[in-house]
């Protein structure tokens, strides 16, 4: 049995620092309904004996409306949530169940392509060899996309049960800033923060982090699930979105650039990318380019660039 985890209280707006704030959802790991959708995660570990009675609130900042889980497990614990809790097993049995993207593989890897192929559009400089890094890089199944088309890949990735395979595969991973800056001190040309942004205690610091390592003519592309309309989860899906022991921050299109503002990123527009052999899709990915809905997946880049 793991022992409790420790938890930190964030008293202000983790995006704009104002302290007042309005309670959506609140309670404990151990109700009923809670723990019913806890269960459907596979953890490793045994949560309800390190989680135990602890609260969670889920608010909204009364300044600019961002909403947060207050009490959050702090980043030691955190370690043993994604090194012992989430390990790769546990990750393939939840997306085989609740993930359809990743199991239907042919336009999972689509999606990787065309991904890689809008970064190197949007590049701003002429290189053979662009450097990319993958903020949380689990698997390392953009980094191999990356490396096809000929950018020079590495990661950061807090699992190392995660990362394995990409280890293996003989890609640089790190750990953390400290490790990445020390063996690959040189600007990148497009960063990746994939599904982690709703993850971290601290984002504003995390893209000022990242913004301070991308090159003036790089890009940055960041996804998060999109929480628009969502206080009390009533189904396990909007349950996955507010998740209170991993998905601690909940982004709506607006706040996401707002808070990439606030970080020195500006929006700009996603280019069209064809991996594909119909021409309706060439078509509808035409279209696409034309009418771009704000979305909580969004490419930025310097604004000072």
């Given amino acids: 049995m793991l022992d409790g985890l420790e938890f930190q209280t964030r008293t202000q707006c983790p995006a704009c620092e104002e302290r007042d704030h309005i309670s959506l959802w609140r309670g404990q790991f151990d109700?009923?309904?809670?723990a019913r959708n806890?269960?459907?995660?596979?953890?490793?570990?045994?949560?309800?004996g390190a989680l135990g009675t602890a609260p969670f609130d889920l608010v909204k900042c009364k300044a600019c409306h961002f909403?947060?889980?207050?009490?959050i497990i702090d980043n030691q614990s955190l370690n043993t949530v994604y090194g012992e809790w989430a390990d790769a097993e546990q990750a393939r049995r939840f997306e085989a169940a609740?993930?359809?993207?990743?199991?239907?593989?042919?336009?999972?890897?689509?999606?990787?392509?065309?991904?890689?192929?809008?970064?190197?559009?949007?590049?701003?400089?002429?290189?053979?060899?662009?450097?990319?890094?993958?903020?949380?890089c689990g698997d390392g199944a953009l980094l191999r996309m990356a490396r096809g088309f000929g950018?020079?890949?590495?990661?950061?990735?807090?699992?190392?049960?995660?990362?394995?395979?990409a280890l293996n595969d003989g890609y640089r991973i790190y750990s953390?800033?400290?490790?990445?800056d020390a063996a690959d001190p040189e600007p990148f040309d497009a960063i990746v923060l994939s599904q982690v942004l709703e993850h971290v205690a601290d984002p504003l610091d995390l893209l000022k982090a990242l913004e301070a390592r991308l090159a003036p003519e790089g890009v940055l592309f960041v996804a998060v699930p999109d929480t628009s309309g969502v206080t009390v989860p009533r189904s396990f899906q909007e349950f996955t979105l507010v998740q209170?022991?991993?998905?601690?921050?909940?982004?709506?299109p607006d706040s996401l650039r707002d808070l990439a503002r606030r970080a020195g990123f500006t929006p700009v527009r996603r280019p069209s990318a064809f991996v594909t052999t119909r021409a309706r899709?060439?078509?509808r990915a035409a279209m696409n380019w034309f009418f771009q809905p704000k979305t909580t997946d969004v490419f930025l880049q310097r604004t000072d660039s």
């Fill in 67 to 71: 909403k947060y889980h207050q009490y």
């Fill in 31 to 34: 109700d009923a309904d809670v």
């Fill in 176 to 180: 953390d800033f400290e490790a990445l």
């Fill in 281 to 283: 899709d060439v078509l």
């Fill in 98 to 136: 609740h993930v359809p993207t990743k199991v239907d593989r042919w336009g999972y890897h689509t999606q990787l392509a065309k991904l890689v192929l809008r970064l190197r559009r949007l590049i701003g400089r002429d290189t053979d060899a662009p450097r990319i890094l993958d903020f949380g």
């Fill in 38 to 48: 806890i269960d459907l995660y596979h953890y490793s570990g045994d949560w309800r």
């Fill in 244 to 252: 209170p022991i991993e998905h601690i921050n909940a982004f709506t």
């Fill in 151 to 165: 950018f020079d890949a590495c990661g950061i990735d807090v699992s190392a049960s995660r990362s394995g395979a």
